[in-house]
């Protein structure tokens, strides 16, 4: 769970400048909401060392109820840390990366929750193995597709190399606290794997 913390860390803010909180604290708190709400993952390891893995989740799935509750319990913990100096910041930087709108709330029957590759094994195809190999453990699981929430800060194109449609874009807006007037915008994108087609 260490590397996989890592990675997270290495690739995104996560809430880190909104919060104050350190970026490993808040590459903890994802994690564990990612641990929380994924069915299945894959990994991929090069020599031990975990490089990337990915995973999806089933909306109202009833498997493994204990193992969430666990992740849910600590993720609370975590949420009354000292190093969190402003946790209101953090959950409203939370907020912002759910942009589905309304009339497609109940459209999907799950997302990929993760996708990550450590940058020195990009380009190389193996993103796209790990979304290939996730796709076919959702099939297997009966979904009819998957929602894949997805921005500029990410290498979005992989998912329409493996035959994923946009159906949805728009502008996400992060305001920095403490840095008064400073506002991060970045374009958003829906992406759905549809399976009976």
């Known amino acids: 769970m260490k590397r ?13 400048v909104e919060s104050g909180a350190s970026g490993r ?17 894959v990994y991929y390891r090069e020599n031990g060392k975990l490089l990337g893995f990915a995973g999806y989740s089933k909306w109202n799935s009833k498997k493994h109820p204990l193992k969430k509750k666990i992740y849910a319990f600590i993720k609370k913990q975590l949420y ?6 402003d946790i ?31 940058k ?25 597709n998957l929602q894949i929430l997805t921005d500029e800060s990410c290498s979005y194109k992989v998912y329409e190399s493996v035959g ?5 874009q728009t502008i996400v ?8 007037g400073k506002v991060n915008k970045e374009t958003a994108f829906i992406y759905e794997k ?3 087609n």
Do not use: H
């Open 25 to 41: 604290l808040c590459a903890w708190i994802y994690l564990l909401e990612i641990l929380e709400e994924t069915e299945q993952f």
């Open 4 to 16: 996989a913390v890592e990675l997270l860390e290495n690739e995104w803010d996560l809430g880190k």
């Open 120 to 144: 020195s094994c990009r380009g190389k195809g193996i993103g796209k193995k790990l979304l290939l190999d996730i796709f076919d453990l959702a099939k297997k699981d009966n979904m009819k």
């Open 88 to 118: 209101n910041a953090l959950k409203e930087y939370e907020k912002n990366y759910d942009y589905v709108p309304d009339n497609m709330r109940d459209y999907f029957d799950g997302e990929v929750s993760m996708l990550i590759l450590d």
């Open 194 to 196: 549809n399976f009976l």
């Open 173 to 180: 807006e992060n305001k920095e606290y403490g840095k008064l």
């Open 80 to 85: 009354k840390s000292k190093e969190i100096k």
């Open 164 to 168: 994923c449609q946009k159906v949805y």
